[in-house]
T-cell receptor, first 113, second 117 residues
Framework: GENVEQHPSTLSVQEGDSAVIKCTYS??????FPWYKQELGKRPQLIID?????GEKKDQRIAVTLNKTAKHFSLHITETQPEDSAVYFC????????????FGKGTHLIIQP | SAVISQKPSRDICQRGTSLTIQCQVD?????MFWYRQQPGQSLTLIAT?????????ESGFVIDKFPISRPNLTFSTLTVSNMSPEDSSIYLC??????????????FGPGTRLTVL
């Protein structure tokens, strides 16, 4: 089955700086890669996703890149703000997500004022 | 995005008993899933809830322990059977397939926090 590795487990950045979270996956059949943000005590919220036919996708301060050859994808957050503090999960799935999601272990992002 | 609700939001149960968790989506969806998230950890897929047929379970999860129903395109239940303290966790349902452009997007319910004594 699929295995998703996520690094780092904790990331502390100064407000206004950029944050990068990296994930690798094992199954070459995976073709859908979402990122979720989870605040304490709340449900995971989808923040951005990318499909395997796209190398990069951007939405305001958030971007995701995908390297299919190396089987890794990354989340980039620019101009970080205090409200970006949360746990971020990457995930991978085949069949466009219809096979369910395999999640990474999560990154606790801390934005220092 | 779809609105997904779960009942109960939390429960404390005795070992050996069973609990059924309900998941309701506000519109018809193609796929529904059940995940488990232990406190401070990641999400693990339990099974895909198939409408009108038996659920598809992931490795390590079995139907006798986690029976699942999905009688229609908006509703599913997960039962945690013969509970032990190791079943203490947050159980989340999710849904996808509401139509383009959000077809692939998987939305989560608020979760059910289960404590087994």
């Amino acid at each position: 089955g699929e295995n998703v590795e996520q690094h780092p487990s904790t990331l502390s950045v100064q407000e206004g700086d950029s944050a990068v979270i990296k994930c690798t996956y094992s199954d070459s059949a995976s073709n859908y890669f979402p990122w979720y943000k989870q605040e304490l005590g709340k449900r995971p919220q989808l923040i951005i996703d990318i499909r395997s036919n796209v190398g990069e996708k951007k939405d305001q301060r958030i971007a995701v890149t995908l390297n299919k050859t190396a089987k890794h994808f990354s989340l980039h957050i620019t101009e970080t703000q205090p409200e970006d503090s949360a746990v971020y999960f990457c995930a991978a799935s085949s069949n466009g997500g219809a096979d369910g999601l395999t999640f990474g272990k999560g990154t606790h992002l801390i934005i220092q004022p | 995005s779809a609105v997904i609700s779960q009942k109960p939001s939390r429960d404390i149960c005795q070992r050996g008993t069973s609990l059924t968790i309900q998941c309701q989506v506000d519109s018809q969806v193609t796929m529904m899933f059940w995940y488990r998230q232990q406190p401070g950890q990641s999400l693990t897929l339990i099974a895909t809830a198939n409408q009108g047929s038996e659920a598809t379970y992931e490795s390590g999860f079995v139907i006798d322990k986690f029976p699942i129903s999905r009688p229609n395109l908006t509703f599913s239940t997960l039962t945690v059977s013969n509970m032990s303290p190791e079943d203490s966790s947050i159980y989340l349902c999710s849904a996808m397939g509401r139509g383009r452009p959000s077809y692939n997007e998987q939305f989560f319910g608020p979760g059910t926090r289960l404590t087994v004594l």
